[in-house]
């Protein structure tokens, strides 16, 4: 990320390797680079990272479980912000930037009801929890497949899940996003980002020169919402949840798989989107403004 600043007429350019607010960045050069499965599902036991890590991508399994059975804890995999059990809540500022193509994605129709597929669960994750929502903050996706025109649909929630009370909080997008009928030749950038002050979440999807895609609606796939302030979810990991719901589809089909480049964690609602790439504009310089920086992308 560069960031140019001006000051009583002098311009400088200050380039980092890293980013304002990063914590931690995942790039997978040689093996998961902190990424574990930390928990599994009995008694599928599904095995999130046996696709291993090649030419700088992690794989990443994510099934559904398909119904839930009481007492069941569910499969997780992600890095710990600090440690296991080193509980974060929205009293601080959180985002994280994923950088992936999709490998693979639920093939099969849209059920009955509107959100009906594939569900699973992408962003900051809660270790040793029964409910699959419970202490999570991230996006919960729903996809399936057109049997007509064989495009891939998509459709986010925002979500965050009160960990012992005050409810839960989804926010969907209005729109599905069409991903077309080859999205798998194709990279993404994904932003989930929290501001604890103004209690917003909010969620992108982006191409890798970081545009926003489009949803049906003709609008961006950035959506936000404001999280209640009786909402205490906590969560230790950036990752993963294979997501059981009571769809009626099978146990343990695949919702999506993904080759991953990077995986960023930030301690600031702004750092994931500033490390997405500018747009190739100028910038207008101004005489005697004491401070520039480049545009947020948000």
Same mark, same amino acid.
């Given at each position: 990320?560069?960031?140019?600043?001006?000051?009583?007429?002098?311009?400088?350019?200050?380039?980092?390797?890293?980013?304002?607010?990063?914590?931690?960045?995942?790039?997978?050069?040689?093996?998961?680079?902190?990424?574990?499965?930390?928990?599994?599902?009995?008694?599928?036991?599904?095995?999130?990272?046996?696709?291993?890590?090649?030419?700088?991508?992690?794989?990443?399994?994510?099934?559904?479980?398909?119904?839930?059975?009481?007492?069941?804890?569910?499969?997780?995999?992600?890095?710990?912000?600090?440690?296991?059990?080193?509980?974060?809540?929205?009293?601080?500022?959180?985002?994280?930037?994923?950088?992936?193509?999709?490998?693979?994605?639920?093939?099969?129709?849209?059920?009955?009801?509107?959100?009906?597929?594939?569900?699973?669960?992408?962003?900051?994750?809660?270790?040793?929890?029964?409910?699959?929502?419970?202490? $999570? !903050?991230? @996006?919960?996706?729903?996809? +399936?497949?057109?049997?007509? /025109? =064989?495009?891939?649909?998509?459709? *986010?929630?925002?979500?965050?899940?009160?960990?012992?009370?005050?409810?839960?909080?989804?926010?969907?997008?209005?729109?599905?996003?069409?991903?077309?009928?080859?999205?798998?030749?194709?990279?993404?950038?994904?932003?989930?980002?929290?501001?604890?002050?103004?209690?917003?979440?909010?969620?992108?999807?982006?191409?890798?020169?970081?545009?926003?895609?489009?949803?049906?609606?003709?609008?961006?796939?950035?959506?936000?919402?404001?999280?209640?302030?009786?909402?205490?979810?906590?969560?230790?990991?950036?990752?993963?949840?294979?997501?059981?719901?009571?769809?009626?589809?099978?146990?343990?089909?695949?919702?999506? $798989? !993904?080759? @991953?480049?990077?995986?960023? +964690?930030?301690?600031?609602? /702004? =750092?994931?989107?500033?490390?997405? *790439?500018?747009?190739?504009?100028?910038?207008?310089?101004?005489?005697?403004?004491?401070?520039?920086?480049?545009?947020?992308?948000?």
């Amino acid at each position: 990320m560069r960031t140019i600043i001006v000051a009583a007429g002098v311009l400088a350019l200050a380039a980092s390797g890293l980013t304002a607010g990063q914590v931690w960045h995942s790039t997978f050069a040689t093996d998961y680079d902190g990424v574990v499965q930390f928990q599994s599902a009995p008694p599928s036991g599904e095995d999130m990272l046996a696709g291993g890590v090649s030419n700088g991508e992690a794989m990443v399994h994510v099934p559904q479980l398909g119904h839930r059975v009481g007492g069941n804890l569910y499969t997780k995999a992600g890095r710990a912000l600090t440690s296991q059990g080193s509980w974060h809540d929205l009293t601080t500022s959180h985002s994280a930037l994923y950088r992936f193509r999709w490998t693979a994605l639920y093939e099969g129709p849209q059920g009955s009801i509107p959100d009906e597929g594939a569900y699973s669960a992408v962003g900051f994750v809660r270790s040793g929890t029964d409910w699959p929502q419970q202490g $999570d !903050m991230g @996006v919960l996706m729903v996809n +399936y497949k057109r049997a007509d /025109t =064989g495009d891939y649909l998509l459709r *986010p929630y925002a979500m965050v899940g009160a960990y012992a009370s005050g409810g839960s909080a989804q926010s969907y997008s209005p729109f599905w996003i069409n991903l077309g009928p080859d999205p798998f030749s194709q990279d993404f950038q994904l932003v989930i980002a929290y501001d604890a002050v103004t209690r917003e979440q909010t969620i992108g999807l982006y191409n890798a020169a970081g545009h926003p895609i489009q949803h049906a609606g003709g609008g961006d796939a950035v959506f936000s919402q404001t999280v209640a302030g009786t909402n205490n979810a906590q969560f230790d990991y950036l990752g993963w949840e294979a997501y059981s719901v009571e769809t009626g589809l099978d146990h343990n089909i695949t919702a999506q $798989d !993904m080759a @991953v480049n990077d995986l960023i +964690y930030f301690d600031d609602p /702004t =750092g994931a989107f500033n490390a997405l *790439p500018e747009p190739a504009t100028g910038l207008a310089l101004a005489v005697g403004v004491a401070l520039a920086t480049a545009r947020r992308r948000r």
